[in-house]
């Protein structure tokens, strides 16, 4: 059990590390490492900043590890473009696997008790019929979660060997403030009053908001059950894209301008245009079951998805 001490928060400049960074040195229990790629941002005062580099397999974290009681590692890649998907997974798992398991090995090695990794809902598979749930065969189909199943599996290793101990979160789609990917391109599309053909789609999939996201890494920190588990995450509550898409302009105070049209007529215009996966992720069914999470760690999420949705519009203003 880790009731305070130091963190090191690595992809600290990121979506998720920036936004950790910032709820965990508003606590007095903890103390803050942030490790980024280049000193290129000002941090809030009283965090200890460590440039550190590539994040690869000879990377040197000695001086960011310094003192530290527990590793969140947020750092990664998602995706490399204009290559091979074969060249794609080679290239992710220098970052992903290799730079990974060098910082886990040496963590150990430098005395730290915990280590929690942000891995990813695809890991368990890209769509589904029933819930995934943590303790599901993984099923990754991509090079994205490939990559992050291989690290999962060389971290156990590490836990087995040294004996610190490892929490893995897998997060499904994450929604907030300048949010990156899909969810900021829904975001632009709603906001710029674009007619969506995406008024009649009827799937559900789990999301988790930003502050629900950090709130759990956070437990997952200091909570003694979270030792050597994996863990879900979500919201609490599944919507169609349909409900999304409203509930964002909602949010907005601009209504979605949604035009009814059949999955199936979607489905056939995006596999001709090369688009499947994307037609995946907007027309397909991702459930998570996060009653394990909640259970373990007597967490519950913050924030409803509306509450979500409005401080993600007021705090990107």
């Excluded at 789609?173 to 969506?196: D, E, Q």
């Excluded at 799937?203 to 709130?215: A, C, E, F, H, Q």
Aim: charge should be positive; charged fraction near 20%.
């Amino acid at each position: 059990m880790i009731e305070r001490g130091t963190v090191l928060v690595t992809g600290a400049s990121g979506f998720i590390g920036s936004a950790l960074v910032a709820r965990l040195v508003a606590e007095p229990m903890w103390q803050v490492v942030a490790s980024v790629r280049r000193l290129k941002q000002p941090f809030a005062e009283g965090v200890r900043v460590v440039s550190v580099g590539e994040v690869k397999a000879d990377t040197d974290w000695s001086q960011a590890l310094q003192g530290v009681h527990a590793v969140v590692h947020a750092a990664a890649v998602a995706h490399v473009p204009h290559v091979s998907p074969g060249e794609q997974l080679a290239r992710l798992r220098m970052t992903n696997v290799d730079g990974a398991l060098t910082l886990a090995r040496q963590a150990a090695a430098a005395g730290v008790k915990r280590f929690v990794f942000i891995s990813s809902i695809g890991v368990n598979g890209n769509a589904n019929t029933r819930p995934f749930t943590a303790e599901d065969l993984p099923h990754p189909a991509e090079p994205y979660a490939q990559s992050k199943w291989e690290a999962e599996q060389g971290l156990w290793q590490v836990q087995r060997e040294t004996g610190m101990e490892v929490v893995i979160i897998r997060p499904p789609l994450v929604y907030g403030p300048r949010a990156p990917g899909n969810f900021g391109s829904l975001m632009r599309w709603v906001g710029k009053g674009i007619p969506l053909p995406l008024g009649s789609i009827h799937n559900r999939r789990t999301l988790i908001g930003l502050d629900n996201l950090v709130d759990l890494i956070v437990r997952c920190v200091g909570h003694p059950a979270a030792a050597n588990n994996v863990f879900l995450a979500g919201d609490g509550r599944d919507l169609s894209t349909t409900e999304l898409l409203r509930l964002v302009g909602e949010a907005m105070g601009r209504p979605s301008r949604l035009v009814p049209v059949p999955a199936g007529v979607l489905q056939f215009g995006a596999a001709l245009l090369g688009r499947k996966a994307m037609a995946q992720r907007l027309l397909g069914s991702l459930q998570v079951d996060i009653s394990h999470t909640c259970e373990t760690l007597d967490w519950r999420p913050l924030f409803t998805v509306e509450a979500g949705l409005k401080r993600c519009f007021l705090l990107s203003d």
